[in-house]
């Protein structure tokens, strides 16, 4: 269906043929179906209507309403502004908590756990991190050498125990290291099966703690 602006127009166009008719003393009619209306003007000064869009040689033809070629598209537009961010989105559920961890094994100075790690020492064995909270057994005589804090940090409080099978078990402090208020070596009675337990109870000074032999 043809809009109401377009009708509009091909009223207006049959009214201005209507005008140009009356000031020359004729009449015509102007039919508002097509987009664009044409006129034909005789010598005597006459007007007509052309349904065909065409007029004769001798006549003047006049197209009323005719729509010319659509222009060219403006430019675009600049972007408006940014719209204000939205409300924040309320917060996701708490996820569930993680299993809990296995406790550790019981241990370290004046502690007894309920289970050790044993390790076999040889003839000669210096003190390690690694000794702490074990029993470290002496199967045929061991010299054990008690490092210095600066050679071998251990902390204040460890514990490592001894056990000897047979044979001797001697513990030899370094230089600058105090054994039972003491600088010099000490010892397990020669002989088997015997226990023993040293306890660095400061920086540099430890204390040796020993069955009695009895064999």
């Given at each position: 269906?043809?809009?109401?602006?377009?009708?509009?127009?091909?009223?207006?166009?049959?009214v201005?043929a209507?005008v140009v008719a009356s000031?020359v003393?004729?009449?015509?009619?102007?039919?508002?179906?097509d987009?664009?209306?044409?006129?034909c003007?005789g010598?005597?000064g006459?007007?007509?209507?052309?349904?065909?869009?065409s007029?004769?040689?001798?006549?003047?033809k006049?197209?009323?309403?005719?729509?010319?070629?659509?222009?060219v598209?403006g430019?675009?537009?600049a972007?408006?502004?940014?719209g204000?961010?939205g409300?924040?989105?309320?917060?996701?559920?708490?996820?569930?908590?993680?299993?809990t961890?296995?406790?550790?094994?019981?241990?370290?100075?004046?502690?007894?756990?309920?289970s050790?790690e044993?390790?076999n020492?040889t003839?000669?064995?210096?003190l390690?991190?690694?000794?702490?909270?074990?029993?470290?057994?002496?199967?045929?005589?061991?010299?054990v050498t008690?490092?210095t804090?600066?050679?071998?940090?251990?902390?204040?409080?460890?514990?490592i125990?001894?056990?000897?099978?047979s044979?001797?078990?001697?513990?030899?402090?370094?230089s600058?290291v105090?054994?039972?208020?003491?600088?010099?070596?000490?010892?397990?009675?020669?002989?088997?099966?015997?226990?023993?337990?040293?306890v660095?109870?400061?920086?540099?000074e430890w204390v040796l703690l020993?069955t009695?032999?009895?064999?």
């Amino acid at each position: 269906m043809k809009s109401v602006a377009t009708r509009s127009q091909k009223i207006i166009v049959a009214v201005v043929a209507a005008v140009v008719a009356s000031g020359v003393g004729a009449f015509v009619v102007a039919s508002a179906v097509d987009n664009s209306v044409v006129v034909c003007s005789g010598k005597a000064g006459a007007l007509r209507y052309s349904k065909d869009g065409s007029c004769l040689t001798a006549e003047t033809k006049l197209t009323l309403n005719e729509q010319g070629a659509t222009g060219v598209a403006g430019a675009k537009g600049a972007t408006g502004a940014t719209g204000a961010t939205g409300a924040t989105g309320s917060a996701g559920a708490t996820g569930s908590a993680g299993a809990t961890g296995s406790a550790g094994v019981a241990g370290g100075a004046g502690s007894f756990p309920t289970s050790m790690e044993i390790v076999n020492i040889t003839s000669t064995h210096t003190l390690m991190l690694t000794d702490i909270g074990k029993m470290l057994v002496s199967r045929s005589g061991t010299v054990v050498t008690i490092p210095t804090n600066t050679s071998v940090a251990l902390a204040v409080g460890a514990r490592i125990d001894f056990a000897v099978v047979s044979s001797f078990l001697y513990f030899d402090p370094a230089s600058g290291v105090t054994l039972n208020a003491g600088t010099t070596r000490d010892f397990l009675d020669t002989g088997t099966f015997q226990i023993a337990t040293l306890v660095k109870i400061a920086t540099n000074e430890w204390v040796l703690l020993k069955t009695v032999d009895e064999s």
